[in-house]
């Protein structure tokens, strides 16, 4: 009966995380639908204006207003890590924290070791992963919580910081890893230059380069109008990698806790089968027992 009783406690434990997970799956479909209607109207807009200001800037090279695409050599980087707040979201926050791994080892490898390389975080867990395993980094966590509830006058204040800091040649280099969202299964870690404003890619064909080359007719002039409008076009393409991050997010956990739920169903099957075997095996003892005692009386 001892073996009964546990397994019915197990079975009382799985069906309480289930209803949990159940719970979860609902509030974070909930909260994907929001999130997921602010970066699809967002990304085309966001992607439009990118393309826009890389035209730009890789047509007036030499050009004073396009400090913020000077390319120099990099003796100070910058990583910016957005990740969520809390787990229970699948490999979510670990692809992100991967993907931020692969460019402190490699492409920063030098900084790091000379002490030039800084990294800030948008998020709880990639900051405590780092701060428990990269020590000799230097972290900045002032904006950690920014991702529960995304305001743009909150969120243009790190482009702004990176943006001075670079003219100030504070740092040469500044790069953004976040989860990039395609649907509420697939979400893609990537990690995409912010400063110095990349170019597009060099197009061989004469024809191409033509249709490719934007003609714009800058009205007031183009040093004023640039110096506003190529920072505005950083501040919304940091906006969307928050607003991708957080639909990426909630995308993750809710299918992370639909596997859950559907998990907590094929362990409840088992379980069940395994409180009728261990049911009947006590039905046929307590028979088996009765039906000695009777013998041992009759025999008597």
Known sequence: ????????????????????????????AAKLRRA??????????????QAMMQNIIANME???????GQVRDVQK???????SNKG????????????AIKLVE????????????YMMFIGKKGYDYFKKHYADIRLMDDYVGILEKINFDEVVRIPEFLMDSFKDKDLDEAV???????????????????????????????????????????????????????????????YKYLLDTSASEHGARMTAMENATENANE?????????????QEAITRELSEIVSGAKALEEG
């Open 106 to 117: 490699g492409r920063y490898a030098e900084q790091r070791a000379s002490g030039n390389l």
């Open 88 to 99: 229970l979201c699948g490999a979510f926050n670990t692809n992100i924290i991967k993907e």
């Open 1 to 28: 009966m001892a073996n009964l009783k546990e397994v019915r406690e197990r079975i009382k434990s799985v069906i309480s995380t289930q209803q949990i997970t159940k719970a979860m799956k609902m509030v974070s």
């Open 36 to 49: 997921q209607e602010g970066i699809v109207r967002f990304r085309p807009y966001a992607t439009k204006l």
């Open 62 to 68: 030499g050009d004073s207003a396009s400090e913020l």
């Open 267 to 279: 362990m409840l099957k088992e379980l069940k089968i395994s409180y009728n075997k261990a049911r």
């Open 176 to 238: 953004v890893v976040y989860g990039e969202f395609k649907n509420a299964a697939v979400q893609f870690a990537r990690a995409e230059q912010f400063l110095p404003v990349p170019k597009p890619k060099k197009v061989e064909d004469e024809e191409q380069k033509r249709s490719f080359k934007a003609d714009y007719i800058f009205e007031p002039s183009k040093e004023k109008l640039l110096q506003t409008l190529i920072p505005t076009i950083l501040k919304n393409q940091f």
């Open 77 to 83: 980087a910058f990583i910016v890590v957005v990740t």
